[in-house]
Antibody, heavy 120, light 107 residues
Framework: EVQLVESGGGLVKPGGSLRLSCAAS????????LNWVRQAPGKGLEWVSS????????YYADSVKDRFTVSRDNAKSSLYLQMNGLRGEDTAIYYC?????????????WGQGTLVIVSS | EIVLTQSPATLSLSPGERATLSCRAS??????LGWYQQKPGQAPRLLIY???NRATGIPARFSGSGSGTDFTLTISSLEPEDFAIYYC?????????FGQGTKVEIK
């Protein structure tokens, strides 16, 4: 069974940093693109970043470009999101999502999410 | 950036009724459209991808149609568990974008 478990969320001050992790199991990790999608409280879904199975292809939303960095460790079946220069508008639940296939980013499986709150 | 506009914002229906949800793209996205369902306190679930393909385990009462700029998600006969928020998403261009959602509520 596919499982995605996010961790690393919490309360951080504006301008601060946080590193999110997503531990995956139940599938051949390196064969799939992975993604981060966020949802501000009471709001809709916003795609944040995608990374291909071999990390060669990486994409970011304009709203996080130059502040967030996505990476993965295929040996550890883990996905990461390094978030720097955090702002109030980054407050959201951050979901890790597995693509339906490598490079085919329909978000087939999702974790339960980790909450990031940016506030002084 | 491709903007996806969903309508209506809210759909009030009774169990057993047919639900028709719309998603319109600001430019052609061929058939690169998906639909997700989200219930309160839960992560979204992929229902439909490439406009008309049901994801694994999705009941046949869910169907998708459309291409280009206009897409539809149809729920043929609403079950109690179908009352939720539905989002469309495109994978034609970067950045990937979602619609703002349609809430299907019990009338």
């Amino acid at each position: 069974e596919v499982q995605l478990v996010e961790s690393g969320g919490g309360l951080v001050k504006p301008g601060g940093s946080l590193r999110l992790s997503c531990a995956a199991s139940g599938f051949t990790f390196s064969s799939y693109s992975l993604n981060w999608v966020r949802q501000a409280p009471g709001k809709g879904l916003e795609w944040v970043s995608s990374i291909s199975g071999n990390s060669l292809y990486i994409y970011y939303a304009d709203s996080v470009k130059d502040r967030f960095t996505v990476s993965r460790d295929n040996a550890k079946s883990s996905l990461y999101l390094q978030m720097n220069g955090l702002r109030g508008e980054d407050t959201a639940i951050y979901y890790c999502a597995k693509s339906i296939a490598n490079g085919l980013d329909w978000f087939e499986r999702w974790g339960q999410g980790t909450l990031v709150i940016v506030s002084s | 950036e491709i903007v996806l506009t969903q309508s209506p914002a809210t759909l009030s229906l009774s169990p057993g009724e047919r639900a028709t949800l719309s998603c319109r793209a600001s430019q052609s996205i061929d058939s690169y459209l998906g639909w997700y369902q989200q219930k309160p306190g839960q992560a979204p679930r992929l229902l439909i991808y490439d406009a008309l393909n049901r994801a694994t385990g999705i009941p046949a009462r869910f169907s998708g149609s459309g291409s280009g700029t206009d897409f539809t998600l149809t729920i043929s006969s609403l079950e109690p568990e179908d009352f939720a928020i539905y989002y469309c998403q495109q994978r034609s261009n970067w950045p990937r974008t979602f619609g703002q959602g349609t809430k299907v509520e019990i009338k």
